[in-house]
């Protein structure tokens, strides 16, 4: 049985992401769909629209077969750290293929551009210090400074988070020496960072969010971009717990924890900055929503990503500590759903599993998991108070999401 | 200008608290009363009804002159440390007595039961250790041992908690070697714990704030039992923010911040005993409410009262080396309001009072008073979302509360 791997976060499952792994697994010639994918927060700092069980469920009706969390030490993370992670996960269940989407579709040009940053490494670094030093954030100074190196033009355009995306995917496979063979086809339309809708039938999900939180008819607004089964699952969430989750609903613990946490606990905190505690601590003071906090923070320096990002470790209490005592790779396979199919390849692949397959939490003691697990209850603070509970313990009672195939 | 002090909560102010106000200046002959009022935390471990600001309010619109805040680090604790505090304040400010209300009314009954403990204190000590190894709380066991003691008949009633709070403030003037003399006159009606209506005119704060609390009504039951400054008062507040102060308030941060930490960092929180955190971190888990949680967490071992204020240092995050790095009496004085008598008396007593006098935070530095801010702010978290930011920075803005008098 031959597998392609996709790595996603489907916050939430759109008709983009049907064509992507449609076309993926044509391109690979694949019976089965493998997806990585970022459990309940996500790499841009924030919660996912609806957990990762009920997101789980949206991939599991359109197309993956198996859907494995990537954990949460690798999810709320640069480019490099989140490729790593993924990487290392579909090399443990012995994945063919990784293919991810880009703008050109063509693999080689990922591979000169990572040629070339070797050969010109030297420069590409002395520029990058050079840009950092005048104060602007590391992924401006990573696009200034290649732009600057001789024959830049030739190669990937460096500030299209994507194609960063791509070229940290490779790098993964090359670093890890790992036998996935990486693989790369058109992305259709709508950029990664799109606020809008731009076509008829696909869009990014970033605006598709956006019609969801801005709009009381936005559900139905996005009907057209999303397949029907992600407009079911959706409305069930809803209905289920009576929220979509965002930034907004955490913003009471956010400040709560700043409020009451000394400098020096903030201090421990997994990319906290000395010195930026106390901006964070002033401007939780005197901000009464989690946007208006980040505008507080917000300076030329940090993207609102890496902020973001920051604030989740704030509201899940993760130290710089728990976050690089471990290895570069997974430790485990956590298996949040599969089809049948699915279950048929990891049937034929259980012995040869380079890591531990999770399908119940309470017999995996690897302390390593605590931060799935602790993500996942801070997770459910984002609901109303008489359905977290419910929630709360799904983490530990929730087997994995199965799918009889027709 | 002769002074009385009292120790006081006042939540909220009612017609008991006045009635012993009056009957103290009396028996004292005193030109001024200078209550000494815990903040926002109270001692048996629960916010205050209403904030310091508006209780400040009812005390000097209800006959007192002068209101200092007693220190978070005093306010919610046992007794023997609250009374050092409240003592070492009244000693500072040069107060001639401390006037405080028993059953008896009868000082010697007191002084006799101080004596009497020191004669017996090894036999006494040793059945309060015989008691507890059976696994009762320490107030219980206390009350056992006493009654053990052969003549303990003759003395006060160890069981009552009012009868231990007189005691410890005497033996905090006699340890302190203070110059307040000691009062005590005799309660009227309803007891400390009361929770029902028992007389036409006088009810406990307990009572006052069941009725506030369980009845649409309940505003306009208290009326007979509380002054109509305090009606107006407590109305007052309510509008302005919505809500009164209660635990449930609360109980979406404490569960927060046990589902966030480790168990090590909740080991370091002040009264936190070596194994209780994990009982704390599991109720959390399963409790929806304040109530359920405490139904969990209490054991025969810990009194009610004990956890609440351990809840209440959790949630304020207050470690164990913060309350016991200093000495056992108030650094400050830190007054929340006077009327033009207090001012008075002030004025005249400014040059020989023994600790420094605050009256506006942001010219007072020392370390100490962090606690009491940063109590204040995690009590402004108890009201809704866009009107606690008003009340977070009332605590460094507000200055004393001044009260002309006619």
């Known amino acids: 049985m031959k597998s392609v791997g996709l790595i996603v976060e489907y916050n939430p499952f759109h008709n983009g992401h049907a064509f ?19 459990g309940n927060f996500l790499q841009r700092g924030e919660p996912a629209l609806v957990s990762k069980w009920q997101r789980t469920k949206m991939a599991l009706l359109n197309g993956v077969d198996i859907v494995f969390e990537l954990p949460y030490r690798f999810a709320t993370q640069k480019a490099e750290t989140f490729a790593n992670g993924a990487v290392s996960i579909l090399d443990a269940v012995g994945c063919n293929s990784l293919c991810f ?3 050109s579709g063509d693999l080689s040009s990922f591979i000169q551009t990572i040629d070339y940053l070797k050969e010109q490494q030297n420069s590409f670094n002395e520029n990058i210090k050079w840009h950092l030093d005048t104060g602007v954030s590391y992924p401006k100074a990573l696009s200034l400074a290649f732009k600057q190196l001789p024959d830049a033009n030739n190669y990937l355009d460096l500030a299209k988070p994507n194609n960063i995306l791509g070229l940290e995917y490779i790098k993964a496979i090359q670093r890890q020496k790992s036998s996935v063979s990486p693989m790369t086809i058109p992305r259709k339309n ?59 609903n955490y913003w009471s613990y956010l400040q709560f924890r700043l409020i009451h946490s000394s400098p020096s606990e903030l201090r421990e905190i997994y990319e906290m900055e000395e010195g930026l505690e106390n901006r964070l601590q002033g401007a939780a003071l005197v901000s009464d929503n989690f946007h208006k906090f980040m505008q507080q923070i917000k300076t030329k320096r940090y993207t609102w990503t890496r902020l973001q990002r920051l604030c989740v470790h704030i509201l899940t209490n993760t130290k710089k ?75 530990f009672e929730q087997p994995p999401i199965y799918i009889q195939e027709k």
Chains 1, 2 share one sequence.
């Open 20 to 38: 992507h792994l449609q076309a993926s697994k044509e391109a690979a010639e694949a019976d089965v769909v493998i997806a990585v994918m970022s």
């Open 101 to 103: 989407g880009s703008e």
């Open 190 to 248: 709508a950029d990664y960072h799109d606020e809008h809708f731009a076509s008829a039938t696909i869009a990014s999900a970033t605006s598709i969010r956006k019609a969801i939180f801005t709009d009381n008819e936005g559900q139905a607004e996005i009907d057209q971009y999303v397949p029907e089964q992600t407009k079911l699952l959706l409305k069930e969430y809803e209905q289920q717990f009576q929220r979509y989750h965002q930034w907004e």
């Open 321 to 395: 500590e728990e976050m690089t005592r471990h290895s570069e790779k997974a430790s485990y396979l956590r298996l949040l759903g599969m089809t049948s199919m699915g279950r048929e390849y990891l049937n034929k692949k259980k012995s040869h599993l380079s890591l531990p397959l999770i399908s119940k939490l309470a017999s995996f003691k690897e302390k390593e998991i605590n931060l799935d697990i602790k993500a996942a209850r801070i997770y459910s603070l984002g609901i109303p108070s008489h359905l977290k509970n419910k929630m709360l313990r799904q983490e």
